[in-house]
C-alpha cells in the first residue's frame, strides 16, 4: 500500500508531465500499460493490487518500472484541491450517495456536490491511464478508461461468506458489521457506475476478465495478469 506522500509524490510529476507534454500525449492511446481493478468488497481488490505491484516489480523490461496503486489517496488530496471542499471520510465510506442527500449536505455542512468531485475525479483517473505504469482501484475506473488500449481492466468476484471472512480479518468487524458494510460498499459502487455510465458494474462484457477468488489464488491472478499485459503490449505495437 503506497503512503500518500509517495503518492502525492507521483500525482504532482504526472500533473507535470500533462502540461508539459500536452500536445504529445495521445490520451486515448496513452503511452504506457495500466491496470484497473472493480471488485465487490471483501472479494480482494486490495490484496491484488499489492501482488501486482509485487509481481511487476520482478519483471526486467521498462514498460515494468516505475508502477503505482491509486485508490483512497487520490481521493483524499482530491477533496483538498481549492474550490471541492468535501467531508473526506464520510465520502470515502460511502462513495456515492444521492442527489439530494448531496444537496443537503452541500446546505447543511457547506460542502461541495460530490458530482463536481467525482467528475474531477474521472478526469484524473484518465490522465493518470494516460501515462499508464498505475494501478487503478474501482472508482469507475474501467468506465472511464474504455477504448485506451494499452489497459487491462479486472473484475473480482467471490462468495458473500468468503467476502465476510475476509472484511471482518482486515477490517477487524463482528459478522453482523462486516455483512452491512459490504451491502453499502457494493450498493454504494453499483449506483455510482449506473448514474454516471449508464452500466450494470456486474456485466462482464464490461471487463477483459472476471476472476472467480474463491477458486483461483491472487498470486495466479496476479501473474496472469503480468502475460496478459506483456501479449497486448505485443498486440498493440504491431498495429
Known amino acids: 500500500m503506497p503512503d500518500v506522500q509517495s503518492m502525492k509524490s507521483f500525482l504532482e510529476t504526472v500533473c507535470y ?3 508539459k507534454a500536452e500536445c504529445r500525449c495521445d490520451i486515448h492511446k496513452g503511452q504506457n500499460p495500466f491496470i484497473t481493478i472493480s471488485r465487490p468488497a471483501g ?3 486490495h490484496s491484488l493490487a499489492g501482488a ?5 516489480h520482478r519483471q526486467k523490461s521498462a514498460e515494468f518500472q516505475a508502477w503505482q496503486m491509486c485508490d483512497q489517496e487520490i481521493c483524499k488530496m482530491l477533496c483538498n484541491e481549492p474550490g471541492l471542499s468535501l467531508v473526506v471520510q464520510n465520502w470515502l465510506n460511502k462513495e456515492y450517495h444521492s442527489q439530494i442527500e ?10 461541495s456536490p460530490q458530482d463536481k468531485v467525482i467528475k474531477r475525479m474521472f478526469v484524473i483517473l484518465r490522465r493518470l491511464a494516460s501515462f499508464g505504469k498505475v494501478i487503478l482501484v474501482d472508482h469507475g ?9 494499452l489497459g487491462i481492466h479486472i473484475r ?17 468487524l463482528n459478522e453482523k458489521n462486516a455483512k452491512q458494510f459490504i451491502t453499502e460498499q457494493d450498493k454504494s459502487r453499483e449506483a455510482l457506475v449506473r448514474n454516471f455510465f449508464n452500466k450494470d458494474i456486474k456485466d462482464p462484457l464490461n471487463y477483459d476478465v472476471v476472476w472467480n477468488t474463491d477458486g483461483v489464488s491472487i498470486s495466479e491472478i496476479a501473474k496472469r495478469t503480468v502475460e496478459m499485459m506483456k501479449q497486448k503490449a505485443c498486440c498493440t505495437s504491431r498495429e
Open 141 to 149: 475506473a474501467n468506465f472511464v478508461t474504455q477504448g485506451m488500449p
Open 52 to 56: 501486482l505491484l509485487t509481481e511487476i
Open 102 to 111: 448531496d444537496i443537503l449536505e452541500e446546505l447543511i455542512v457547506g460542502t
Open 156 to 172: 473480482l468476484v467471490a462468495s458473500l461468506e468468503s467476502r465476510i471472512r475476509r472484511m471482518m480479518q482486515v477490517a477487524n
Open 17 to 19: 508531465e500533462e502540461k
Open 43 to 45: 472479494a480482494g481488490g
